[in-house]
């Protein structure tokens, strides 16, 4: 081994390859000690002599600060005594394979100072139920207060590899271990294959691997989740505790990389194996990094699971077999199936990496988060619809969904240091509307969300009219039925479809936040908006100006559209009580007048909302005049209010802010408008009732925050891209005030 090894230069493939081969060869041709195969043999006997799992761990692998995944081999439904001897040979000699060779040289550890174990485990038979991985941190954000499970149907072999598209599940660990169900996120893999046992003569001693194959998965097994809800729960409690085990033992936060399986003869539930997670964890939390792409129009080639946030330009490498290494320069973007160990070599060299296949636990994913390239994985045709050679840009900075573009577009990286912020009494709260970016928003310094809006989830993930769900026979057009059908397929009841997808993206921002505060607004679009949703057109009056018409609160207890509002009602009691996340405030928007507040605390408490009953307060937007001049009467009704600039410049100036016509005289800081503000924040305070701001203007004009500090309101909600900069504002301004005893 030392001819083989001493001076060994891990850069030259061939020379690799020889040492490799030559070093396995080795111990595949030395027998095992016999007092070493007689105790195996006699523990394989003393457990049954079942199919096994053959595994091996070495002490270069899964260190808290470096991990590669699958170094060593993994042999599973090994069956018989020789075929279980010749497993554990295999396993030793995979203490060379290259990759291994070549990442003990990377991360300088002595080959002759590594050693290995194998753990032989009687199988479970999730060939006949599933298996999967889960993070206790979310692996893209780094979000320590999650649980990341992904789960497909089979052998965790193909979850690992890549091979499939799996169920992905992101479980609110503070409100789980006080019993509650907080799924924040459920999202259906294709799950397209699974891998079973196959045949395997016992006596085989040559038998090298696993005697199992894929086979496809029928269609009606696909469209639902491989877990149900409390089973995926029971692994992520699991998974808290095995976290919380590890965490003792070294004395630090661990988040943990887990296997699990389901065993399909007694559906228990078992965990196969668990290691620190060596990416998000180790990231320097002070350090914001955030890339973010110039405006275009470039074509898009094909999508699918962003891994991280980055972005990578470069040319398109299609290699289907790790041998093609030579056609692979530095900076490529490598395009392929799926990558397994096998791929390290390349990936070293590339810049991003394009699967069509895998989830945000396969290989391809962690070893691309470990060596910082950019990754999406599970587009399903990337190498069809990416041509060999071709300049392509692939971006991860758009929310959940990777997208990769042709040509090579501009990009920018901001780094922020927010290790040091300054304390302000103003409340620096954030303007948030993707679910999907909520765990990566959260790492920026605030106190909490001031404004979360329902638009982008009904629009973007639900995408049908509510009253299409409630009264389906009322959509007369076969296509937009047929549509509708597809999308609530797995649902007993449709309007479960639109209460699940709604809860699932409030509990997200609220867990992001939690314990901060998060202003969640009811629903607010327009008529002509609403009627663009999916069966929407055949509910939804014609309108002249949809902005000042239908909207809001008008619409919450109208007999057309109450029923609807009432699955709002019921996604938000869902995220309250069965999650746990009592942090969410309700928020009622376009409240015309207080009568008409009432009349929507009444449609709440029918739905098992009431104010004041499990700490529940309701906010009411000032957006509108009589909302200031009546500000007394709304504050007997509600508990707080939040200034909505944008309709408020409109409805005190009396213009329409979609016009084109009267853009130029729309003015935030309009005098009139300012003593509009000023005359809310005043009757707010007397009224001993909290006050904030979530329009615009406080993200567009720097002057407009020093007047409302002034004021002294309670809040500042921003787009997240002007939280930073706003929070020293304000401090320098209250600092001043301060100094100066005003």
Known sequence: ???????????????????????????????????????????????????????????????????????????????????????????????FTDRAISYRQINGFDHFEVALSIGVQRMVRSDLACSGVMFSIDTETGFRNAVLLTAAYGLGENVVQGAVNPDELLIFKPTLEQGFAPIVSKRLGSKAIRMVYGEQASGDSSAGHSATHNEPVPE?????????????????????????????????????????????????????????????????????????????????????????????????RIIRDPSEIQRFQPGDLLVTERTDPDWEPILKRASGVITNQGGRTCHAAIIAREMGITAIVGAGDATERIADGELITASCCEGDEGHVYRGALP???????????????????????????????????????????????????????????LAPQRVEDPAERHAIADLTAGYADPAEYYVDLLAQGMGRIAAAFHPRPVILRFSDFKSNEYAKLLGGRWFEPKEENPMIGWRGASRYHAEAFREAFGLECRALKRVREGMGLTNVIPMVPFCRTPEEGDRVLAEMARHGLVRGENGLEVYVMCELPSNVIGAEAFAERFDGFSIGSNDLTQLTLGLDRDSALVADLFDERHATVMAMIRLAIQTAKRCGRK????????????????????????????????????????????????????
């Not at 620190?276 to 898009?300: Q, Y």
């Not at 999907?436 to 009219?465: K, M």
């Open 1 to 95: 081994l030392h001819r083989l090894l001493d001076g060994l230069d891990g850069r030259d493939i061939a020379s690799l390859q020889a040492a490799g081969a030559g070093a396995r060869a080795l111990l595949l041709n030395s027998p095992l000690p016999p007092e070493l195969e007689q105790d195996i043999l006699s523990a394989y006997r003393a457990i049954g002599s079942p199919a096994v799992a053959v595994r091996s761990s070495a002490t270069a692998e899964d260190l808290p600060d470096a991990s590669f995944a699958g170094q060593q081999e993994t042999y599973l439904n090994v069956c018989g005594e020789a075929a279980l001897l010749a497993a554990c040979r295999r396993c030793y000699a995979s203490l």
């Open 411 to 469: 990009f920018h990286v901001d780094e922020r240091d927010v290790g040091e912020l300054p304390a302000t009494r103003t409340k620096i709260l954030m303007n948030v509307g993707n679910p999907e970016e909520a765990f990566s928003l959260a790492a920026i310094p605030c106190d909490g969300v001031g404004l979360a809006r329902l638009e982008f989830i009904i629009a973007n993930h639900i995408r049908v009219h509510p009253m299409a769900l």
């Open 220 to 316: 009606a097994e696909r469209s639902r989740f491989a877990l149900c809800d409390e089973e995926a729960l029971q692994l992520a409690r699991w998974a808290c505790r095995i976290e919380t085990h590890y965490s003792a033992r070294r004395g630090v936060p661990t988040p943990m990389d887990i296997e699990w399986a389901k065993d399909g003869e007694s559906g228990e539930l078992f965990i196969l194996q668990a290691r620190p997670e060596t990416v998000e964890s180790h990231r320097n939390a002070a350090i914001l990094r955030s890339w973010r792409l110039e405006p275009h129009n470039a074509e898009l080639l094909c999508r699918g699971r962003a891994i991280g946030a980055s972005v990578s330009s470069g040319l398109a």
């Open 691 to 742: 006050i904030g701001i979530c329009g615009q203007a406080p993200s567009d004009h720097p002057e407009f925050v020093a007047l409302l500090v002034r004021e002294g309101i309670d809040s500042i909600s921003l787009n997240p891209d002007a939280v930073l900069t706003t929070r020293v504002a304000v401090a320098a301004i209250e600092a001043e005030w301060a100094q100066a005893g005003t």
